[in-house]
């Protein structure tokens, strides 16, 4: 009756060793490490890094404890651990010599960081520790506001820019163009001339809606952008400036930087480790200016170097095409461009599409008339240095609209395209809350919540065991269990461990055991109502599944809602909160029935079970 089959107990083993293996990690601690990370947009961090920094070390005799390559794209490192603080603070001064050639203009940035002593066999099976929040760490946390309307302000000024030149290029005449607050107004002299302003519009720009008003010879049509484009301009501003913010944290050495959106037009960033709030503020808030200048072809490439370089030109030997000559005067800066994505050329090659505004059009056009076959370059500025982002050799003369191809594949045109969208903020933001937590605070923060967590089990162990005897043990079992599942749940997942979430733990606990003293009760029940041991324990689990289900899932639907809806600290709590629950079901139902058929289920003739006092009705 009471018999568990024997693949139900290798389920158990495997999970609670799979449990072990993924929490285990938390207690290793971390050592002395630097991060290597790219300085320059053009510069990407591979795995073929590794053994550029392994050589570095080698040459200069610095042993190391492992080197590992980590993340892709922005996030991209290489990771070396030490064994002393001496030697990782000698290591960082080798690594910023030996990994370029000029200091002052790093190529490569190295920082000072802690890497987790976690053997490397276990790092291959991705079992890693949790990361730590602010408050159990240390650090800054930023709360950004970013000005949307300037975000929208500069599109429709891309897209009334554009819609000039495009009538302009298939000579549709029009009465003006106009913008009305967030749209354009074409006016016109006859409804023909309005039809064919359309085709020509909606064949172009797409995403656009289309208003036709007034009558006689003064006939008008309102073009605006369709909710869905309004939506997707204003998150890729947010999502541009992501990105933006994500290279510059690199300078501060972060180990795990959490920069993500939060609500429609906000960024909360938060740096662990972090106690330098005004370096912080700085590198985040720094301004990056993206300029295009025509190349000054008359000195020879390969040549430049040692020829003499005229008055009005300047070279530049950092970035792709280098080295190369430009004139010092700038056609236009980034501030004039609207929009540059990833498309194709009219040979379906991979090619980068960028818009620009009304006077940057104009600026555009008179500056590559009569310079059609010859080459211009997009420069990036970013803390007074530059850095050449692309070189291309005009086609014909650019207007309002226009394509840079030759980028070679998809990869490269995406890269360009976020460059010049994220060499600068797309729209300035404004820092509405501030937080700064000492690591002294985050490690009182992490004993108490230990200390929290351990005396509640402890208490909770010993009631246990106390009231229910046997069965105590066996719901204690189940509790420690439950604990076990939910660590390595969040390890696995990567979640960023904060105060709420330890706050979250200690809650899960005393849910788990609720599930299991429904159960101890029916099984009392049971044996009130005359039934035998082994019926009881059957009867006693099954019964209880049905109030442990509608309990939890009640819950379960607050949790998820936090978790969905919830922000900041109320999402950590509503995602711990939320596995807990899913562990509490499994560890308080299918761990501790095994637990209790293995070992009550082996005995045929059982008279009775260690589960406390059970009161009979009319006795005393």
């Known amino acids: 009756m009471n018999r568990y089959p024997v693949w139900k107990y290798i389920l158990i083993a495997v999970a609670i060793l799979l449990g072990a293996l993924y929490t285990v990690p938390n207690y290793f601690g971390e050592s002395p490490a630097v991060q290597v990370t790219s300085g320059k947009s053009t510069v990407k961090m591979t795995s073929e890094m590794t053994a550029k920094v392994a050589d570095v070390l080698t040459k200069a005799g610095i042993a190391n404890n492992g080197i590992a390559f980590d993340g892709s794209g922005t996030y991209a490192s290489v990771r070396v651990r030490f064994a002393t603080p001496d030697i990782q603070f000698h290591a960082k001064s080798v690594l910023e010599q030996g990994l370029n050639a000029d200091p002052s203009d790093p190529t490569y940035l190295v920082a000072l960081n802690l890497q987790a002593d976690t053997p490397k066999w276990m790092q291959s099976l991705h079992a890693l520790p949790m990361y730590l929040g602010l408050d159990l760490r240390g650090g800054v946390h930023f709360l950004m506001q970013v ?35 967030d749209t354009i107004e074409i006016k016109f002299r006859d409804d023909a001339t309005r039809q064919k302003a359309k085709d020509v519009l909606s064949g172009q720009l797409a995403d656009l809606l289309y208003v036709d008003s007034g009558e006689g010879s003064e006939l008008k049509t309102v073009v605006s952008l369709k909710p869905a484009a309004l939506k997707q301009t204003i998150d890729d501003g947010v999502k541009q400036n992501i990105s933006t913010l994500s290279k510059r944290v690199n300078e501060l050495g972060v180990a795990e930087p959490i920069i993500q ?50 008055l009005n030109s300047e070279l530049f030997t950092v970035g792709k095409g280098v080295p190369v000559v430009l004139y010092k005067d700038v056609v236009l800066s980034g501030d004039y461009i609207s929009s540059a994505v990833a498309s194709y050329d009219q040979n379906q090659q991979p090619a980068v599409s960028i818009d620009l505004n009304g006077d940057g059009g ?41 394509n840079i191809t030759g980028m070679g594949n998809a990869e490269n045109s995406a890269e360009l395209a976020l460059l010049l969208r994220s060499g600068a903020l797309s729209a300035p933001m404004e820092v509405i809350e501030e937080r700064t937590i000492g690591p002294a605070l985050g490690a009182e923060n992490i004993d108490k919540g230990k200390h929290s967590t351990m005396y509640g089990f402890a208490a909770i162990a010993v009631f246990m065991i106390a009231y229910y005897m046997m069965f105590g043990f066996f719901s204690v079992f189940a509790l420690a269990c439950n604990l076990l599942f939910l660590l390595a749940i969040l390890s696995q997942m990567q979640v960023t461990l904060t105060l709420p979430g330890i706050a979250a733990i200690a809650l899960a606990l005393g849910m788990a055991i609720d599930s299991n003293v429904l159960i101890n009760e029916r099984v009392r029940e049971e044996l009130r109502a005359g039934a035998s041991p082994q019926q009881a324990i059957a009867a006693g689990f099954d019964r209880a599944w049905a109030t442990i289900i509608d ?47 293995l070992w009550y289920g082996r005995k045929k003739k059982l008279q009775s079970i260690a589960i406390g006092t059970v009161w009979v009705p009319g006795q005393k």
Do not use: C, Y
Not at 369 to 397: H, N, W, Y
Not at 558 to 585: D, E, K, N
């Open 147 to 181: 000005d949307t309307k300037a975000v929208l302000n500069k599109r429709i000024q891309g897209l009334q820019a554009a819609a000039r030149s495009s009538l302009r290029d298939k000579n549709v005449r029009h009465a003006g163009i106009d913008r009305v607050g």
């Open 261 to 310: 959106q939060q609500g429609p037009d906000r960024i909360v960033v938060q740096l662990p480790g972090v106690q330098d709030v005004a370096r912080a503020r700085a590198v985040i808030g720094r301004t990056a200016t993206l300029e295009i200048r025509m190349v000054d072809e008359s000195v020879t490439p390969g040549t430049e170097l040692s020829a003499a370089i005229p």
């Open 362 to 402: 104009r600026r555009m056009r008179d500056a590559t008339r009569d310079r059609v076959g010859k080459k211009m370059s997009i420069v990036l500025f970013e803390k007074g240095k530059p850095e050449v982002l692309s070189v291309a050799t005009i086609q014909q003369e650019l207007g309002s609209r226009f």
């Open 551 to 597: 309990s939890n899932v009640t819950t379960l639907i607050v949790g998820v809602a936090l978790w969905v809806f919830g922000s900041g600290p109320i999402r950590g709590f509503a995602v711990v909160h939320t596995l807990g629950i899913l562990t509490s079901m499994f560890s308080a139902v299918f761990v501790s029935r095994g637990v209790v058929n």
